[in-house]
């Protein structure tokens, strides 16, 4: 008699509704914790972290031999600055631990294939945020403070002067706006290249609409970022640069897949011919006395 051959899905334990739900809390109440950890511990430097945040400011300042200061009119708007700072701060910090809490959690319900799709995007999502964070900071900050403060005018022929007087409030927004902006942006190619590995675009239909894509490019600019054309184009081209990248990492992907389909289609072929020839044989052996 014939032993039962055991399949891997036979060994497979189905985790209670409730037990997900437990283990969900848990991550979600770690999760939390390291926020809040790093909320403390942010804003026990939110000083510094502001002085490095303003710290283009500053150098355009000294670049064009300015003596300016950062001002605020609200009693507390200095003490919630403070606070914006270290909220900020503490979403960068806690983002990679938080993500992988969330993917210790949904790990566990996925196959092999699927694992391997979704950890590298996940290792490359804080990646290229940095990276879009670093271009505002270290390229666009620079260009666009010079070209705002291109607007002040001295005094001459009687008319007040035109100067800069910066509240530390709005200056923390826009600067929080654009490394947002920027790093968003930079998910582009981890966007689309996921889209294309479960097959809802392809890389012909991505050329076919590259028009659109630079105008979109531009129309995200101009939502995102300030009513300035430094800001604006800092922002709109590295997003078509982005959609050419994405175009080849889908190309790629999309050649990776036809090469395993191929393996699959010849390990199939390999199988069947096998089995008919087992078959064949088991005939002639039947027949022989």
Request: aromatic share 14%; proline share 6%.
């Amino acid at each position: 008699m014939a032993e039962p051959v055991e399949t891997e899905a036979a060994d497979d334990k189905k985790m209670p509704l409730l037990d997900h739900l437990i283990e969900l809390r848990q991550r979600l109440l770690r999760s939390s914790v390291a926020f809040v950890v790093a909320f403390f511990a942010s804003y026990y430097f939110a000083a510094d972290i502001y002085d490095f945040l303003v710290q283009p400011l500053a150098d355009v300042f000294d670049k064009l031999n300015l003596n300016r200061r950062l001002i605020y009119t609200a009693l507390h708007e200095a003490f919630f600055t403070y606070l914006k700072v270290a909220f900020f701060a503490a979403f960068c910090v806690s983002f990679p631990y938080v993500a992988g809490q969330m993917w210790l959690f949904i790990a566990p319900g996925l196959y092999k294939n699927e694992k391997r799709v979704l950890l590298p995007f996940l290792v490359a999502t804080p990646v290229l945020f940095l990276l879009g964070a670093a271009l505002a900071y270290y390229f666009v900050f620079p260009m666009a403070w010079t070209f705002f403060l291109s607007f002040e005018a001295p005094a001459a022929n009687g008319h007040l002067p035109i100067q800069l007087e910066a509240k530390v409030n709005e200056y923390l927004s826009l600067v929080m706006q654009l490394i947002f902006a920027f790093g968003l942006s930079f998910e582009l190619p981890v966007l689309l290249t996921l889209m294309a590995r479960f097959g809802m675009i392809g890389s012909k239909g991505l050329r076919e609409k590259r028009r659109y894509a630079i105008v979109l490019a531009f129309v995200a600019a101009a939502i995102l970022t300030p009513p300035d054309p430094i800001s604006q184009i800092g922002l709109a081209v590295p997003i078509m640069l982005l959609y050419e990248i994405s175009i080849l990492s889908v190309r790629l992907m999309e050649r990776a897949r036809g090469g395993d389909e191929e393996d699959e289609d010849e390990t199939d072929a390999e199988g069947e011919s096998g089995g008919a020839g087992g078959e064949s044989a088991s005939k002639d052996l039947a027949r022989t006395p």
